[in-house]
């Protein structure tokens, strides 16, 4: 039986996240849920990720799985918030070991903190197999956006993360720590190759022009449409363009507050003496001028 999937987006962090499962264990994955951030007020919630554990609930599925393709620089992970509520390991690639050994000094994390990954539950190797009931998932190490990106390819359909975005949008920028123009073309091209009818999932949708979410699409679409990596478009041409266009990005502007979490594998900071629980804001660090 082919697999079920169901995505969810988030309109805040215009983030998808999907709950992949099998219809014939009732076992299931979440990919990339959503732990909801309020910068104003500093207050987290739990509102995206009570709607995926009610759809686990309400179609009977059991969560074997919570599935990162990188770690995020635009919200904070529910992975923590899910393996309460519903259980599941938590899992991840292996390179995420070098996100955290370059973030880890940046916000001054607590001595106990090891930049060695052993916060998640699994560490990915390319080509490394899991699986989700009877369906088998295949880890696609797929680098440029960041050094720990991946993708997972299920029988006919590939959860991109962020290499990837609809074909009227593009692909994901190269410019944060170890993020590489190059690495990313290439990762894209291995995704590409795969035969043009192969579903391709996005982690992200900015609906240019204000149109409707949109996350599904085919290589092929992505061949013919995409007007940054489509067929005849060159390696030299990409990265020349892309390297252009990220000088003129914003940083975005959860980084900070989501990568301390995200490093920790959902984790929030621990409490201060106080009781209270502080995000770091290190100043003059990040951006044009740092």
Not at 133 to 153: E, K, W
Request: contains cysteine; negative net charge.
């Amino acid at each position: 039986m082919s697999p079920e999937i169901k995505g969810f987006y988030d309109p805040g962090s215009h983030t998808i996240s999907y709950v992949l499962s099998d219809p014939a264990t009732r076992k299931c994955a979440i990919i990339d849920p959503v732990l909801d951030y309020d910068p104003p007020s500093g207050r987290v919630s739990s509102v995206s990720a009570d709607v995926l554990a009610q759809y686990v609930q309400e179609q009977g599925l059991s969560l074997q799985w919570i599935l990162e393709t990188h770690a995020h620089a635009d919200h904070m992970s529910a992975a923590q918030w899910l393996k309460k509520t519903l259980g599941g390991e938590l899992g991840i690639g292996e390179n995420i070991r070098v996100v955290q050994t370059h973030f880890a000094p940046l916000f001054g994390m607590e001595p106990a903190f090891q930049a060695d990954g052993s916060q998640f539950d699994r560490l990915f190797k390319n080509n490394d197999e899991i699986q989700v009931g009877n369906l088998v998932l295949r880890i696609l190490h797929t680098p440029g956006h960041t050094p720990a990106c991946l993708s997972y390819l299920v029988e006919d359909c590939i959860f991109v993360g962020d290499t990837l975005f609809m074909p009227d949008y593009g692909t994901a920028r190269a410019d944060f720590p170890g993020g590489d123009a190059r690495q990313l073309y290439r990762s894209i091209r291995r995704i590409l190759d795969f035969p043009p009818r192969t579903r391709l999932f996005m982690c992200h949708d900015y609906r240019p022009g204000g149109r409707e979410p949109r996350w599904e699409c085919t290589v092929e679409q992505q061949r013919v449409l995409n007007p940054w990596v489509r067929d005849g478009v060159t390696e030299s041409q990409f990265v020349e363009r892309r390297l252009k266009r990220d000088r003129e990005l914003k940083v975005p502007a959860l980084i900070l507050p989501s990568l301390q979490v995200n490093i920790r594998a959902g984790h929030l900071p621990g409490a201060a003496d106080n009781g209270i629980s502080y995000l770091k804001i290190p100043l003059n660090q990040l951006g044009p001028s740092s």
